[in-house]
């Protein structure tokens, strides 16, 4: 009869158990599927109607990368380093930002809706997130843009 050593069939067990707890966590990692991915044509379209009807809004898009002036993707596109980038971060301070005005114009122009990218693909926040330091309340600014739309 053949003798199988201990350690060894213990480890083909403790490498089985992992093998499958690595499966599990993964797939407990995937993401559920978003509601829009569900919706169906009908909801979607019900959805939607606001915006057929409303037409015309404004979409309001800035962030550090405003104070360059060139383009949003200064950064990216110019191979700016995040110690260089950071220099609009320090003088972030967005002193003509007046949110009831900018409300007043649209509405007077006749525009129904408005839409604020709060985040930008850089990560910087327009709003006192707790998930970050690279937000607007770190800055010179020191308040939140977001909230007064």
């Known amino acids: 009869m053949k003798q199988i050593k201990l350690p060894v ?3 083909k067990i403790v ?3 992992m093998f499958f707890l690595v499966q599990y966590t993964l797939i407990a990692q ?9 919706e169906t044509a009908l909801a979607k379209e019900k959805r939607m109607q ?16 405003a104070l360059p002036a ?6 990216n596109r110019e ?18 930002y007046d949110p009831v005005q ?19 693909h850089e990560g910087f926040c327009l709003w006192d997130s707790k998930f970050t330091d690279y937000k607007v309340t770190n800055t010179p600014y020191k308040k939140t843009c977001s909230n007064l739309l």
């Open 9 to 11: 069939v213990a480890a």
């Open 15 to 17: 490498l089985a158990l």
């Open 30 to 38: 995937q993401p559920a599927t978003p509601a829009w991915a569900k």
């Open 50 to 65: 606001w915006w057929a009807h409303d037409r015309f809004g404004m979409f309001i898009h800035w962030g550090l990368y």
């Open 70 to 75: 060139r383009h949003e993707w200064i950064q």
């Open 79 to 96: 191979r700016i380093t995040p110690e260089n980038y950071k220099k609009y971060f320090d003088y972030f301070n967005p002193d003509l």
């Open 102 to 120: 900018w409300a007043k114009e649209a509405k007077a122009a006749g525009m129904k809706y408005v839409v604020l990218t709060t985040k930008h």
